[in-house]
């Protein structure tokens, strides 16, 4: 299998606080990890890729100094929302890819967390 | 860039009907197109996918083709059940290893 956790599954933040979010490949090892933001009723927006020991890379229009992340090792990614907002609120989800052994190009997708910040 | 448009956005059918749910697709350097399947409240989970060397792939219930001449691809659920009602993403590798999405179609199958 292909599994991928994420933690906390859901948070609630106050305002100007910051919320750290990890993902992890259980059985497999990920150079490439991906963090998406979902709004309801919407599809998933990709907000930037993250390879294992180098920076993030983000997609146009995603503060990097508001959505930090790091990719430590081979299994774990994390997104931290610094000074988080009301309007930060969402639904985050991880995705990883296999390093070797398998379909490479194969994205397997956490549980997602939600954050509601107030 | 890529970019994935996907239809309908809603399909209601009834227990044991087939649905079919479309995707078209920009970029014709794309070569692989995983289908999600995402419950409420949860993350998406791959059901299946195809790569571009390949016209057709099924699995039990679930089938995708592929058309590159013409850059779509299509879902096929048969003898659907209700708990296939979910929303349903189609995706296609745009380079980079990244995915683009389509919109999203939410099927609801009734007993």
């Known amino acids: 299998g292909a599994v991928v956790s994420q933690h906390p599954s859901w948070v609630i933040c106050k305002s100007g606080t910051s919320v750290k979010i990890e993902c992890r490949s259980l059985d497999f090892q990920a150079t490439t990890m991906f963090w998406y933001r979902q709004f309801p009723k919407q599809s998933l927006m990709l907000m930037a890729t993250?390879?294992?020991?180098?920076?993030?890379?983000?997609e146009q229009g995603v503060e990097k100094d508001k959505f930090l992340i790091n990719h430590a090792s081979l299994t774990l990614s994390t997104l931290t929302v610094t000074s988080a907002h009301p309007e930060d609120s969402s639904f985050y989800i991880c995705?990883?890819?296999?390093?070797?052994?398998?379909?490479?190009?194969?994205?397997?997708f956490g549980p997602g967390t939600r954050l509601l910040v107030l | 860039g890529e970019n994935v448009e996907q239809h309908p956005s809603t399909l209601s059918v009834q227990e044991g009907d087939s649905a079919v749910i479309k995707c078209t697709y920009s970029?014709?350097?794309?070569?692989?197109f995983p289908w999600y399947k995402q419950e409420l409240g949860k993350g998406p989970q791959l059901i299946i996918d195809?790569?571009?060397?390949?016209g057709e792939k099924k699995d039990q219930r679930i089938a995708v083709t592929l058309n590159k001449t013409a850059k779509h691809f299509s879902l096929h659920i048969t003898e659907t059940q209700p708990e296939d009602s979910a929303v349903y993403f189609c995706?296609?590798?745009?380079?980079?290893?990244?995915?683009?999405f389509g919109t999203g179609t939410r099927l609801l199958v009734s007993p």
């Open positions: 195809i790569r571009s060397n390949v």
């Open positions: 995706a296609a590798d745009a380079g980079f290893q990244k995915l683009v």
């Open positions: 993250s390879n294992e020991g180098s920076k993030a890379t983000y």
């Open positions: 970029d014709s350097a794309s070569n692989y």
């Open positions: 995705s990883a890819r296999r390093s070797s052994g398998g379909a490479l190009e194969t994205q397997y």
